[in-house]
């Protein structure tokens, strides 16, 4: 049990700036994730920590002791690489018990050793391979051996790099409740990194956004999801993405879309008559209109369905309102098809305005549209 702090660490190679300023302030039993893109710069600030990357300013704590000098073995550490080794000539549990028989964990007793091993099997769901060998297991079960290695070894803190990225959805869906339930169970400081932002949702006690080597926003997956401190950070989360609509502010509402498209201006934004910003809505959050009215805080707006695509069990809706395309992931949505018009009910209270920028720029949230009677 320990917690884990960074202090601004930074570390490029060559010209690449691999991570920038990076201080984290991770609890003791807190499974902590960080989600970002390829190259954001995530496995370095893992790297950085177990002490396998030697950074060029900044430092590390663990469990309250400066990490300055000591060797990435004895920072009682373990972790859990995407690419994985394991002992091709040892069965899946001599692979298993041999964290277990070294170094520090040599004071477990046969018994402690047993019931470790037990608890890891069973919630990665490998109990049926232990006498197998690594070749005789497809690359998910070598995986899921892989990442038991690491659980199985009592550490201060562990490092699990994408441990779940060589599994089928149905199986990585199943793993994250085990996963969070072994968490929750072992109450061993995590550091978790993923580009699933469903992963990250799902697993994280709190989040850190990272884009280009630089923290971007940390909170639980409710402040990241509710609240993201920009666009980036919007669009990290949700598959498909936030529709960013461009907007102006006349008469007291945010007009877009040719004004089939209204939105209250945040309070306190400071916006004014003529300033422009941007209205965010996502695909998952729109409903098809039905009835003759939208339910209460809802704004229902007319549009021409342009796309039709299947996503799987889902049905991802491009509609045309007012020369803006906006993607809807609706129930009901394959009643419809290309070409119907159809009414799509926008939940104010759910959208998000952020300020003006070109496009793929990203910007700054200003706040949630004041909708009458509702506090937020
Ligand atoms: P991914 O999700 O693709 O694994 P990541 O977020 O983990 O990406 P890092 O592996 O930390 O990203 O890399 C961050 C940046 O540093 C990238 O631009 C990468 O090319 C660069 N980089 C990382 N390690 C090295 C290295 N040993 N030598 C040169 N460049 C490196």
Redesign the pocket.
């Given at each position: 049990m320990a917690t884990l702090t960074t202090t601004s660490l930074s570390k490029s190679?060559?010209k690449?700036r691999?991570i920038d300023d990076i201080s984290l302030d991770i609890g003791d039993g807190e499974f902590f994730v960080i989600l970002?893109p390829?190259?954001?710069?995530?496995?370095?600030t893992l790297k950085s920590v177990a002490g396998l990357v030697d950074v060029d300013r900044g430092s590390v704590r663990i469990a309250g002791r400066s990490m300055d000098g000591v060797e990435p073995y004895q920072r009682n550490v373990a972790m859990a690489f995407e690419s994985y080794a394991l002992y091709p000539q040892r069965t899946v549990s001599q692979n298993l018990a041999s964290p277990l028989r070294s170094g520090r964990s040599g004071r477990y007793s046969e018994a402690e050793q047993k019931q470790r091993i037990e608890l890891v099997t069973t919630t990665l769901g490998i109990d049926h391979l232990l006498r197998r060998f690594p070749r005789e297991l497809s690359n998910g079960q070598r995986q899921r051996v892989a990442l038991g290695r690491v659980l199985v070894r009592p550490a201060d803190v562990y490092l699990l790099d994408e441990p779940l990225s060589h599994l089928d959805a149905k199986l990585r869906a199943a793993m994250r409740s085990e996963l969070k339930q072994l968490g929750a169970m072992s109450s061993t400081t995590s550091l978790y990194?993923t580009?699933d932002y469903q992963e990250a949702l799902a697993l994280g006690d709190r989040i850190a956004v990272l884009r280009e080597?630089r923290l971007v926003q940390v909170g639980t997956p409710l402040e990241v999801w509710h609240e993201p401190v920009d666009t980036f950070v919007a669009k990290a989360l949700g598959q498909p993405e936030i529709n960013l609509v461009d907007a102006e502010v006349d008469g007291g509402v945010l007009r877009a879309a040719g004004g089939a498209l209204e939105v209250p201006v945040p309070r306190d934004s400071g916006l004014a008559a003529g300033d422009r910003a941007r209205i965010g809505i996502r695909p998952r959050d729109v409903e098809l209109g039905r009835g003759a009215e939208p339910a209460t805080d809802h704004l229902r707006v007319r549009g021409e369905v342009r796309l039709h695509e299947r996503l799987g069990r889902e049905i991802e809706l491009t509609v045309d309102i007012g020369g803006v395309q906006l993607v809807a992931v609706a129930p009901g949505a394959e009643q419809v098809t290309e070409g119907d018009a159809v009414d799509l009910d926008v939940p104010l209270g759910k959208t998000h305005v952020f300020a003006a920028g070109a496009p793929g720029e990203d910007t700054a949230r200003i706040g949630a549209p004041t909708v009458p009677g509702r506090n937020r």
């Open positions: 190679f060559g690449t691999a970002g390829s190259g954001a710069g995530k496995t370095t990194v580009h080597g």
